[in-house]
């Protein structure tokens, strides 16, 4: 292998948090305040800033095994040690093994990436964004907010589902699908069912309170 190829596995320091799923190219804030994981900052600071983010599943006790690496690009130390993180979302990996558990879980990983599409996703990109639009509007229709989409949204199709997937609130487990998803059509599919139903709820709602007001 030549020595300009990217590595396809390396050693990663892990980080499980509950209800967190993070995708390339998306931001994440965190607080650093356990013990373990002001270690694990100080550490990866004096490296390449990178750490893997693995959604933590309560019910079986167990982190995901597909996660998205973290890169730090602002930190703020605080008293006591703790920190204050800026991070952006980088590649997608897949844990192959663990290789530390104490005193924070470091796991061999492989890098993972979507497959080449078998078809033009411009017009799938396209109906999402469409159902975005119709979603916001009936929204702020129906909450009497101005609420307004943000103007750097993704227009490539990969980069687009991985904004929709990060922007779907309470719902960790779908997240986590569409993180796990190596299918960017497959991934927009999803996401334009998602996306129908909350509007087709939404507009049901508008003429209840249109009739009813």
């Known amino acids: 292998m030549a020595s300009s190829s990217k590595i396809a596995v390396r050693e990663l320091s892990l980080f499980p948090l509950p209800e967190v799923v993070l995708f390339?190219?998306?931001p994440l804030p965190l607080h650093i305040f356990e013990f373990r994981y002001r270690i694990m900052m100080n550490t990866i600071?004096?490296?390449?800033?990178?750490?893997?983010?693995l959604l933590w599943d309560p019910v079986q006790n167990q982190p995901a095994t597909v996660g998205c690496c973290a890169e730090v690009i602002q930190y703020q130390r605080l008293p006591d040690d703790r920190m204050n993180i800026l991070t952006l979302g980088q590649q997608r990996f897949r844990v192959l093994e663990y290789v530390r558990e104490k005193p924070?879980?470091?796991?061999?990983?492989?890098w993972i990436e979507d497959n080449p599409p078998q078809k033009d996703l411009?017009?799938?990109?396209?109906?999402?964004?469409?159902?975005l639009h119709d979603v916001v509007r009936l929204s702020a229709?129906?909450?009497?907010?101005?609420?307004?989409?943000?103007?750097?949204?993704?227009?490539?199709?990969t980069e687009l589902s991985y904004w929709v997937a990060s922007n779907l609130?309470?719902?960790?487990?779908?997240?986590?699908?569409?993180?796990?998803?190596?299918?960017?059509a497959a991934?927009?599919?999803?996401?334009?069912?998602?996306?129908?139903?909350?509007?087709?709820?939404l507009a049901a709602?508008?003429?209840?309170?249109?009739?009813?007001?």
């Open 24 to 26: 390339p190219g998306r």
């Open 45 to 53: 600071l004096e490296s390449d800033r990178r750490f893997g983010v």
């Open 104 to 110: 924070y879980k470091v796991g061999l990983v492989e």
């Open 122 to 131: 411009k017009p799938l990109a396209k109906e999402v964004e469409q159902l």
């Open 141 to 157: 229709k129906l909450t009497e907010q101005n609420i307004e989409l943000p103007k750097d949204i993704p227009d490539l199709p």
């Open 169 to 184: 609130y309470g719902v960790a487990a779908e997240q986590q699908n569409l993180l796990e998803m190596q299918d960017t």
């Open 187 to 201: 991934r927009l599919e999803r996401e334009a069912e998602i996306l129908t139903s909350t509007r087709n709820h």
């Open 205 to 213: 709602r508008t003429v209840l309170k249109d009739t009813f007001n």
